[in-house]
Nanobody
Framework: QVQLVESGGGLVQAGGSLRLSCSAS????????MGWFRQAPGKEREFVGG???????YYADSAKDRFTISRDSAKNMVYLQMNSLKPEDSAVYYC?????????????????WGQGTQVTVSS
């Protein structure tokens, strides 16, 4: 089992950057595939990107070329670097862990979730 805690959210102007962190306790993050999702008010939770057990990264079209996911196994952390932020990126961001080790874009394929961190991008 793993416990996940996100941090690093906040208020940023359009065009700015934020780095979200996901701290894992329990098993090491490299045991899992780790995904990042976001949920805006009134919308479904959507896939942002993920990193597989083997270290391959995958991104939703909305995140490609702007967001970067990385992993620090020694610190048991996963990061989401977000650049060129847009108001439509505003949402609660969640990290999630999948025992399957492969990145999925669907929420039901993830076994553990953090509590989320709010990102607000002002225009």
């Amino acid at each position: 089992q793993v416990q996940l805690v996100e941090s690093g959210g906040g208020l940023v102007q359009a065009g700015g950057s934020l780095r979200l962190s996901c701290s894992a306790s329990g098993r090491t993050v490299s045991t899992y595939a780790m995904g990042w999702f976001r949920q805006a008010p009134g919308k479904e939770r959507e896939f942002v990107g993920g990193i597989s057990r083997s270290g391959n990264t995958y991104y939703a079209d909305s995140a490609k070329d702007r967001f970067t996911i990385s992993r620090d196994s020694a610190k048991n952390m996963v990061y989401l670097q977000m650049n060129s932020l847009k108001p439509e990126d505003s949402a609660v961001y969640y990290c999630a862990a999948s025992l399957r080790g492969v990145v999925f874009s669907t929420t039901y394929d993830y076994d553990y979730w953090g509590q989320g961190t709010q990102v607000t991008v002002s225009s």
